[in-house]
């Protein structure tokens, strides 16, 4: 599946090394299945083997991989010399080829499940129905219905944060100087 996007035997041989070789062809398929753009692709095969290449550097496995693996990823990349990775060069693809890969792994089975990441909130009702639904009636595709959900779950913490807590709500303003001062010619008068 490879050779749809490489065609170097060079590159396809850094990429099939390393940790990442194994699923590299798969991760390749479930790109083409999701829709992914030839370039998207690309650059998320590359970041795979990337990651595959770092974990190896550190005497990681892909089962080691987790939301901490991939910080430290991220923070690898800025000061990335890596000889097998794409000249040095990063950018805000690497990152999310990299998220994106280890989310194929996880179907997989190949790594496990942050427990923070096992804490979700709970859909709405109706985001749930709607979703069932649109399985249903529409065979909508998993990645869509993973966009209509993260945009579900944003609007709810936009609306948490924009409420204020009550500790928070503005106090009625202290009368001013001047008021204070006319009430009290009154009462003199």
């Known amino acids: 599946m490879l050779e749809k996007y490489f065609s170097a035997p060079k590159t396809l041989a850094r990429l099939r090394a390393g940790l990442s070789g194994p699923y590299i062809d798969g991760f390749a398929d479930a790109l083409e299945q999701d829709g992914y753009s030839q370039g998207s692709a690309v650059r998320y095969l590359r970041a795979a083997g990337h990651l595959g290449h770092f974990l190896q550097g550190y005497g990681g496995t892909l089962a080691d991989i987790g939301t901490g693996t991939l910080d430290a990823f991220h923070r690898h990349l ?8 794409n000249g040095g060069r990063a950018n805000h693809h690497v990152f999310f080829g990299a998220k994106r890969f280890r989310a194929y792994l996880l179907h997989r089975g190949v790594c496990q499940n942050d427990a923070a990441s096992q804490i979700q909130n709970p859909e709405p009702a109706l985001i749930a129905s709607f979703r069932e639904w649109l399985q249903r009636h529409r065979g909508v595709a998993e990645a869509t219905l993973r966009q ?10 936009r609306t948490r944060l924009l409420r204020r807590p009550p500790h928070l709500e503005p106090k009625p303003a202290p009368p001013s100087s001047s008021s204070l001062c006319h009430c009290r010619r009154r009462t003199l008068s």
């Not at 800025?78 to 990775?85: D, G, I």
């Not at 209509?148 to 913490?157: K, L």
């Open 78 to 85: 800025p000061r990335c010399h890596c000889e097998l990775s």
């Open 148 to 157: 209509y959900c993260r945009r579900s779950e944003t609007s709810r913490r």
